[in-house]
C-alpha cells in the first residue's frame, strides 16, 4: 500500500458544474502528476507540479488547472463540467526534481461521474 | 511523440501457466519503463521499474525485461493464479521535460481456476 492518497473516492456532479480532487503525496516526494483514466484506456496525463509550480502540461483545456501546497499535496480543479469528463482521475506522487526517473506511486483514484 | 502500445488487449488463461504479456513503445529515448497492475475501479499498484541502464528487474514470481534498441518490454508471470487477474499497464517515461509517463491501453488477464 502507497502513502499517495485521493480523496473523495466517488464523485457524482451535474454537466456545468465545478469539482475539486484532491492528493496527499507520498512522504519525501515532492513532485505530484494528475492523470485522467476513461473507461478500457490507459491513463493520460492532465499536469504535474513540482514544488509548488507547473512542470508541464497534456493536452487538456485550461478549464483543468492545479495548485500543490507547502506540504507538497495537491488538487485538481475542473470548471463547467462536460459529460466527458466523466473517468477516473489519479494522482501520482515520484521523488522528482534531482532523482528524474524515480517510481511512480499512484493513490486508489477518484471516480467523477458527470450527469 | 512516444507511444506504448499492449498486445493482446485482453488474455485468458488456466491456472499455473507462465505467461508473457507484450509492451512496445516507439520512442527509445527513455529514462525508465514502469509495469503497472490495475484491479477493477482501483488505482494503480507498481509492480516492476526497469531503468533505461537496465536490462531486467525481478520481483517473486514477475520478470521484467527491457529491450530499448527494439522497443520493447515483456512481463513474464511465472505459475499464474486466479489472483492475478486484473490489468496490466506498462508506462514509459520519455526523456526531457517533464516526468509524464507515457501509458499502453493495458492488458485483461484473466487466470481461471
Known amino acids: 500500500e502507497t502513502g499517495v492518497t485521493q480523496s473523495p473516492t466517488h464523485l457524482i456532479k451535474t454537466r456545468g458544474q465545478q469539482v475539486t480532487l484532491r492528493c496527499s503525496s507520498q512522504s519525501g516526494h515532492n513532485t505530484v502528476s494528475w492523470y485522467q483514466q476513461a473507461l478500457g484506456q490507459g491513463p493520460q496525463f492532465i499536469f504535474q507540479y513540482y514544488r509548488e509550480e507547473e512542470n508541464g502540461r497534456g493536452n487538456f483545456p485550461p478549464r483543468f488547472s492545479g495548485l500543490q501546497f507547502p506540504n507538497y499535496s495537491s488538487e485538481l480543479n475542473v470548471n463547467a463540467l462536460e459529460l466527458d469528463d466523466s473517468a477516473l482521475y489519479l494522482c501520482?506522487?515520484?521523488?522528482?526534481?534531482?532523482?528524474?526517473?524515480?517510481?511512480?506511486?499512484f493513490g486508489q483514484g477518484t471516480r467523477l461521474t458527470v450527469v | 511523440k512516444q507511444e506504448v502500445t499492449q498486445i493482446p488487449a485482453a488474455l485468458s488463461v488456466p491456472e499455473g501457466e507462465n505467461l508473457v504479456l507484450n509492451c512496445s513503445f516507439t520512442?527509445?529515448?527513455?529514462?525508465?519503463l514502469q509495469w503497472f497492475r490495475q484491479d477493477p475501479g482501483k488505482g494503480l499498484t507498481s509492480l516492476l521499474l526497469i531503468q533505461s541502464s537496465q536490462r531486467e528487474q525481478t520481483s517473486g514470481r514477475l520478470n521484467a525485461s527491457l529491450d530499448k534498441s527494439s522497443g520493447r518490454s515483456t512481463l513474464y508471470i511465472a505459475a499464474s493464479q486466479p489472483g492475478d487477474s486484473a490489468t496490466y499497464l506498462c508506462?514509459?517515461?520519455?526523456?526531457?521535460?517533464?516526468?509524464?509517463?507515457?501509458f499502453g491501453k493495458g492488458t485483461k488477464l484473466t487466470v481461471n481456476p
Open positions: 508506462a514509459a517515461l520519455p526523456w526531457g521535460g517533464s516526468e509524464k509517463l507515457v
Open positions: 520512442d527509445s529515448a527513455i529514462y525508465n
Open positions: 501520482a506522487s515520484s521523488p522528482g526534481g534531482g532523482t528524474i526517473g524515480g517510481e511512480a506511486f
